[in-house]
């Protein structure tokens, strides 16, 4: 079946540096991805999404790569902020149904 | 507007007995799909619900069973709990059962004792 995982279990960055947290994906077909933050006692939350026939997509102070060749994706966060410390996932999004990776704990140090 | 919705917040049962989580969609959101979320890993996939149908069952007994309302809420039961069904259960809602972002509720904590 298909699996998705994060290669870094935790990331410490200092406030205001740039964070990247990467993912892997197993299911070449897979189409469309979702990166998403989980605070402390709170439900994901949706940060950007990508389909296959894009490469890289930005929000604001976000950035997802897709490298559909390596099945590997990255979320890249900007001037990263204290607010930013929480578990991000990525998940493989197929009708409705999300494949969740077990996370990435993002500390940012003042 | 009111996001997704889930109740109760907390729950504390004992091994054996029943359970059942209750989760309104956001409105206009006809798809809700249930996860559980043990602690230290990501979601997994439960059910999902479309229009009263299920789309969609994980690796999961038949202890869980689910089911949708014609008003799009949806309730999550589980049966003869054991103390590995303790997590969060979270629930998420999209426009329809198609490639979209969820939204998620704040999930309902289960302990089973």
């Known amino acids: 079946g298909e699996s998705v995982g994060l290669h870094l279990p935790t990331l410490s960055v200092q406030e205001g540096d740039n964070s990247i947290i990467n993912c892997a994906y197993s299911?070449?077909?897979?189409?469309?991805f979702i990166w998403y933050k989980q605070e402390s006692g709170k439900g994901p939350q949706f940060i950007i999404d990508?389909?296959?026939?894009?490469d890289k997509r930005q929000g604001q102070r976000v950035t997802v790569l897709l490298n559909k060749t390596v099945k590997h994706l990255s979320l890249q966060i900007a001037a990263t902020q204290p607010g930013d410390s929480a578990v991000y996932f990525c998940?493989?999004?197929?009708?409705?149904?999300?494949?969740f990776g077990d996370g990435t704990t993002l500390t940012v140090k003042p | 507007d009111a996001g997704v919705t889930q109740s109760p917040t907390h729950l504390i049962k004992t091994r054996g007995q029943h359970v059942t989580l209750r989760c309104s969609p956001i409105?206009?959101?006809?798809?809700v799909s249930w996860y559980q979320q043990v602690l230290g890993q990501g979601p997994q996939f439960i059910f999902q619900y479309y229009e009263k149908e299920e789309r969609g069952r994980g690796n999961f007994p038949d202890r869980f069973s689910a089911r949708q309302f014609p008003n799009y809420s949806s309730e999550l039961n589980v049966n003869a709990l054991l103390l590995g069904d303790s997590a969060l259960y979270l629930c998420a809602s999209t426009w329809e059962g198609a490639n979209t972002e969820a939204f998620f509720g704040q999930g309902t904590r289960l302990t089973v004792v």
């Open positions: 299911n070449s077909a897979s189409d469309y």
């Open positions: 409105s206009g959101h006809k798809s």
């Open positions: 990508i389909r296959s026939n894009m």
């Open positions: 998940a493989e999004a197929n009708a409705g149904k999300s494949t």
